[in-house]
């Protein structure tokens, strides 16, 4: 079985047995196609079964010098599952893995925008064009209800309970949640719904998608954020903004105005506190106002 054979074995567990997302097994993969390329290029023929740590460290270092710390540390985890993986059926009985260190890496803390910032872009959208209506309440979901991108882009009309006030939204790994969603964010997404959506010669398949594009097809990734990086040029937000930058809006915003960590979490579908944790960016000011309202010796 040559490494071709072992990375489609690897990406069928991870698909079907880890549940992870087309993104994750895409970078897994381009992981390893990388090291059977660094083989190859240094006529070493040797299986996943036999090689060594030694070999893998060359990889590594060589890597190491195209790629910043956190891609280093991303594929040596995707290594290390890897051989976990052919450990688990039995190829080898040791991972070469287990004495590599992935780089240290700090904890970097994403931009977020101001609620004047989130509004001005809202109100820069033309409602004017076909896809206005659309757009502003894609905009008004990211940041109402901290979606990511791939959950928004899959999020169904039968997965909407405006009813009980919540979506049901399905995150990494097929993991669902219900994330409660305001009326606000509601009724612009009932007006896209049911003004604008029946209009588009929807392809079969896509009935139930709630955002669809001109073509009557699932919106991509890459469009949305297009969406959001037009918008900011247009309100001349001289800031390096994506969708995700919504996302994390969305959590500071709760955060400052009282909202606990354990129900960020929850909402945001992280499986760690500590993944809220980093992800939540408190800014000086907004601690200074923490120091003087709480504590003891604030005069």
Same mark, same amino acid.
């Given at each position: 079985?040559?490494?071709?054979?072992?990375?489609?074995?690897f990406?069928s567990?991870?698909?079907?047995?880890?549940?992870?997302?087309?993104?994750?097994?895409?970078?897994?993969?381009?992981?390893?196609?990388?090291?059977?390329?660094?083989?190859?290029?240094?006529?070493?023929?040797?299986?996943?079964?036999?090689i060594?740590?030694?070999?893998?460290?060359?990889?590594?270092?060589?890597?190491?010098?195209?790629v910043?710390?956190?891609?280093?540390?991303?594929?040596?985890?995707g290594?290390?599952s890897?051989?976990?993986?052919?450990?688990?059926?039995d190829?080898?009985?040791?991972?070469?893995?287990?004495?590599?260190?992935?780089?240290? #890496?700090?904890?970097? %803390?994403?931009? $977020?925008? @101001?609620?004047?910032?989130?509004?001005?872009?809202? +109100?820069?959208?033309? &409602?004017?064009?076909p896809?206005?209506?659309r757009?502003?309440?894609?905009?008004?979901?990211?940041?109402?209800?901290?979606?990511?991108?791939?959950?928004?882009?899959?999020?169904?009309?039968?997965?909407l309970?405006?009813?009980?006030?919540?979506?049901?939204?399905t995150?990494?790994?097929?993991?669902?949640?219900?994330?409660?969603?305001?009326?606000?964010?509601?009724?612009?997404?009932?007006?896209?719904?049911n003004?604008?959506r029946?209009h588009?010669?929807i392809?079969?398949?896509?009935?139930?998608?709630?955002?669809?594009?001109?073509?009557?097809?699932?919106?991509?990734?890459?469009m949305?954020?297009?969406?959001?990086?037009?918008?900011? #040029?247009k309100?001349? %937000?001289?800031? $390096?903004? @994506?969708?995700?930058?919504?996302?994390?809006?969305? +959590?500071?915003?709760? &955060?400052?105005?009282?909202?606990?960590?354990?129900?960020i979490?929850?909402?945001?579908?992280?499986?760690?506190?500590?993944t809220?944790?980093?992800?939540?960016?408190?800014?000086?000011?907004?601690?200074?106002?923490?120091?003087?309202?709480?504590?003891?010796?604030k005069?």
């Open positions: 079985m040559n490494w071709n054979s072992y990375i489609k074995s990406q567990y991870l698909k079907i047995e880890r549940g992870l997302s087309k993104n994750t097994v895409a970078n897994y993969t381009f992981d390893l196609e990388r090291l059977t390329k660094f083989l190859l290029e240094n006529g070493m023929s040797i299986s996943p079964e036999k060594s740590e030694e070999i893998i460290q060359q990889f590594i270092y060589s890597v190491s010098k195209e910043n710390a956190r891609s280093q540390a991303r594929i040596i985890s290594l290390r890897f051989f976990s993986y052919l450990i688990f059926e190829y080898r009985s040791d991972n070469p893995m287990e004495l590599i260190e992935a780089p240290k #890496i700090g904890r970097k %803390l994403p931009d $977020t925008l @101001s609620v004047e910032d989130i509004d001005n872009l809202i +109100a820069a959208i033309d &409602l004017s064009k896809e206005g209506e757009n502003k309440a894609i905009l008004e979901t990211l940041y109402g209800c901290g979606l990511r991108v791939s959950e928004l882009i899959t999020l169904k009309i039968s997965d309970f405006f009813d009980e006030d919540f979506i049901k939204i995150g990494k790994g097929n993991k669902q949640r219900f994330v409660p969603i305001a009326q606000s964010t509601q009724k612009y997404i009932e007006l896209y719904k003004a604008v029946p588009l010669n392809v079969k398949g896509f009935e139930d998608t709630l955002f669809l594009n001109r073509r009557g097809k699932q919106l991509t990734r890459a949305i954020f297009t969406i959001v990086k037009e918008l900011a #040029i309100i001349n %937000l001289f800031k $390096t903004i @994506s969708p995700h930058t919504l996302r994390h809006s969305f +959590a500071t915003h709760l &955060l400052e105005n009282g909202a606990d960590l354990r129900s979490q929850m909402m945001l579908g992280h499986e760690s506190i500590t809220t944790e980093i992800y939540v960016h408190l800014d000086r000011k907004h601690l200074t106002q923490i120091i003087n309202k709480f504590h003891p010796r005069m």
